[in-house]
C-alpha cells in the first residue's frame, strides 16, 4: 500500500483546504484511515481518523467541528477537509493507514505543508 498526500499550501487565517490522500497498491483491502500532523518544533500528533467506509469518524479535539475525514472510493483517494483555519493548524500533514482496527497505522504518506498566516 502506498500513501500519497497533497493539497497543502498557504492559506489566511479563517480560510479552509481539502488535502488529499491517494491510495495504491492493494487497493482491494478495507483500510483504515487517519491523518496526522506535525507543527514546527513539536511532535507528530493525531489530527482525525475512519473505518473503511467512513462512515465511524473520530476527530481531535483541536480539529472537532472544523475538520471532516471522507473519502472517495472511485478514486481510491481519502480527503480531510479543514475549515476555519487558525495559525495554530501550521503543520506537516500525514496521511497513514492501517489494515486491522486496534493496530499501528504501518503505511504512510509523505507530509504535505499547510502553512496558515494570520
Known amino acids: 500500500v502506498q500513501l500519497q498526500a497533497s493539497g497543502g499550501g498557504v492559506v489566511q487565517a479563517g480560510g479552509s483546504l481539502r488535502l488529499s490522500c491517494a491510495v495504491s497498491?492493494?487497493?482491494?483491502?478495507?483500510?483504515?484511515m487517519a491523518w496526522f500532523r506535525q507543527p514546527p518544533g513539536k511532535e507528530r500528533e493525531f489530527v482525525a481518523r475512519?473505518?473503511?467506509?467512513?462512515?465511524?469518524?473520530d476527530y481531535a479535539d483541536s480539529v472537532k467541528g472544523r475538520a471532516t475525514i471522507s473519502r472517495d472510493v472511485a478514486k481510491n483517494t481519502w480527503y480531510l477537509q479543514m475549515n476555519n483555519l487558525v495559525p495554530e493548524d501550521t503543520a506537516d500533514y500525514y496521511c497513514a493507514a492501517k489494515e486491522r482496527y486496534g493496530t499501528e497505522y504501518n503505511y504512510w504518506g509523505q507530509g504535505t505543508l499547510v502553512t496558515v498566516s494570520s
Open positions: 497498491g492493494r487497493t482491494g483491502r478495507n483500510l483504515f
Open positions: 475512519a473505518g473503511p467506509t467512513a462512515y465511524y469518524a
